[in-house]
Every structure is written in structure tokens, then in C-alpha cells.
Antibody, heavy 121, light 107 residues
Framework: QVQLQESGPGLVKPSETLSLTCTVSGYSISSGYYWGWVRQLPGKGLEWIGNIFHSGNTYYNPSLKGRVTISVDTSKNQFFLKVSDATAADTAVYYC??????????????WGQGTLVTVSS | DIQMTQSPSTLSASVGDRVTITCRASQSISNWLAWYQQKPGKAPKLLIYKASNLESGVPSTFSGSGYVTEFTLTISSLQPDDFATYYCQQYNSYPLTFGGGTKVEMK
């Protein structure tokens, strides 16, 4: 059974870097699929952050203005999210997901349980 | 960016009702549309992909239809477990975008 689990600090200070890890079990990241991050602001809808292929190809949401880096470590079966220069507007539940590739882009097939990150001093 | 607009934002219904949620895209997305169900405090769950394909394990009371810019999610007979918020998502092009959500609540 494939499972994804987010981990990382639940509290980040403004201007610091928000860093999260997604650990995948039951499937080898290097076998395929895209792997991505989505966030949900408190009481709001869903926002796609970006995704990565096991080879390292990445796609990011331009709305995050270049503050996002997604990387992968296939030896640990993990992928990572970094959001630099965090502000209160980055306070959200962050989800990692396995994504299925279609003609031009992907949908989110399997989700982690999510982790709340609060940006506050 | 492709804007996804869902309606209604809230829907009140009873067990056994037929429920329809609409999702409109600001430009053509062919049939590259997915639907998700989210319950409070939980991650979204994939229900439908490519507009009308039911994800494995999803009850057949759920169905999706539509093409180009207008799409619907239908629950043929609402069950107690179906009270939740539903989101559509386009994957025709980057950036991936979601609708604002439709909350299905008990009448």
C-alpha cells in the first residue's frame, strides 16, 4: 500500500525558509510518477505549489514568485519542499502527493495526510 | 492562468437526493479535469479524472461529465458519507488550478 507522509517544523519565523519532507512508502520514487506539493490556506481552497519527476524535472507555480524549490532524494525515497522568505501568508496545511501525468500536466492521485505550518514570530 | 469556477459554493441536501455540482473553466481544457472530495481535517481524495473516469474504489453513485469549459459532478443518491467539500482541478496546462470548492451540507 502506497503511503505519503509529510514532516517538518510546524512553526517557522517570518523571513526564514519553510522546509518540509515527504517520505514515500510502498513505492519507489525512481520507478516513475510526478511528486508534488499543494497547500490549503486556513479555511480556504487548494493551491498547487509545484511538482518534480524522479529525474529532477520540476514545475512551479509562478504565483510563488521564485521562492519555491522542490527536490528529490531517490536513495531515501523522499522529496522536499523549500519556501524561502516565508510570511504569514504562507501559513497553511501543506500536502504532498503522487501525481499522474496526462497529456500536458498532472492530477493528484494519492495524497499525504497534510501538515500545518504556521509562520509567526 | 486558467480560472476554475465552481457553483454553488454551498449546497444543502438530504440523504437520497440527486446532487449536481458545476465547474467552469475560463478557457478550453478539453477533458483534463479531476474531482476531489475533502472532509474536515482530512486530505482531499481523488474521485474522478479525465472528466468522467471513476477512480478505483469510488462508489458508482458518483459520476462526472463535461468537455471544453463546462463540467459536472453528480451524486445520484446522496449518502451520509458524502457530506463533504468537493473541488475540481484542471490539468490541461500549468499552473494547475482548482475551483473554489462546493460544500455539500445536510439540509
Amino acid at each position: 500500500q502506497v503511503q505519503l507522509q509529510e514532516s517538518g517544523p510546524g512553526l517557522v519565523k517570518p523571513s526564514e525558509t519553510l522546509s518540509l519532507t515527504c517520505t514515500v512508502s510502498g513505492y519507489s520514487i525512481s520507478s516513475g510518477y510526478y511528486w508534488g506539493w499543494v497547500r490549503q490556506l486556513p479555511g480556504k481552497g487548494l493551491e498547487w505549489i509545484g511538482n518534480i519527476f524522479h529525474s529532477g524535472n520540476t514545475y512551479y507555480n509562478p504565483s510563488l514568485k521564485g521562492r519555491v524549490t522542490i527536490s528529490v532524494d531517490t536513495s531515501k525515497n523522499q522529496f522536499f519542499l523549500k519556501v524561502s522568505d516565508a510570511t504569514a501568508a504562507d501559513t497553511a496545511v501543506y500536502y504532498c502527493a503522487r501525481m499522474v501525468e496526462a497529456d500536458h500536466a498532472e492530477y493528484l492521485h494519492l495524497w499525504g495526510q497534510g501538515t500545518l505550518v504556521t509562520v509567526s514570530s | 492562468d486558467i480560472q476554475m469556477t465552481q457553483s454553488p459554493s454551498t449546497l444543502s441536501a438530504s440523504v437520497g437526493d440527486r446532487v449536481t455540482i458545476t465547474c467552469r473553466a475560463s478557457q478550453s481544457i478539453s477533458n483534463w479535469l479531476a474531482w476531489y472530495q475533502q472532509k474536515p481535517g482530512k486530505a482531499p481524495k481523488l474521485l474522478i479524472y479525465k472528466a468522467s473516469n471513476l477512480e478505483s474504489g469510488v462508489p458508482s453513485t458518483f459520476s462526472g461529465s463535461g468537455y471544453v469549459t463546462e463540467f459536472t459532478l453528480t451524486i445520484s443518491s446522496l449518502q451520509p458519507d458524502d457530506f463533504a467539500t468537493y473541488y475540481c482541478q484542471q490539468y490541461n496546462s500549468y499552473p494547475l488550478t482548482f475551483g473554489g470548492g462546493t460544500k455539500v451540507e445536510m439540509k
